[in-house]
């Protein structure tokens, strides 16, 4: 299994988060990957979705992929399901501050 850190998983320049490639070919699936860093990264959207909504952006960069230049976004379509899933996480894991965030943010989102 590849030997990620989370301090792979740095921001760029633009403030996306930057999927490693290399790491990721190594591991047996995306899912696993997620599955692995998946607090950071559900932290790291919840933050990107919040300055969509305060900056009533319907579209943002979310991921660059390493050494590719291809760029994942986010509508608010995409954001209210990442949210739900953000909640249910966090709800989980008894983080009951990040849920009201993402609860607040669907509220806004659904207006």
Do not use: W
């Not at 390493?66 to 954001?79: A, F, I, K, P, Q």
């Amino acid at each position: 299994m590849a030997k990620l850190s989370l301090k792979q998983l740095e921001l760029n320049r633009d403030g996306l988060m930057v999927l490693p490639l290399g790491g990721i070919k190594e591991l047996t699936s995306m899912t696993e990957f997620l599955e692995r860093f998946k607090d950071q990264i559900y932290r790291y959207i919840l933050k990107k979705i919040a300055f969509a909504v305060r900056n009533d952006i319907e579209t943002i960069d979310m991921f660059v992929i390493e050494g590719t230049g291809y760029v994942l976004d986010s509508d608010y379509g995409d954001m209210e399901d990442q949210l739900v899933n953000i909640r249910s996480y966090f709800e989980a894991k008894e983080e009951y501050e990040i849920c009201a965030i993402a609860h607040k943010l669907l509220i806004t989102i659904n207006k």
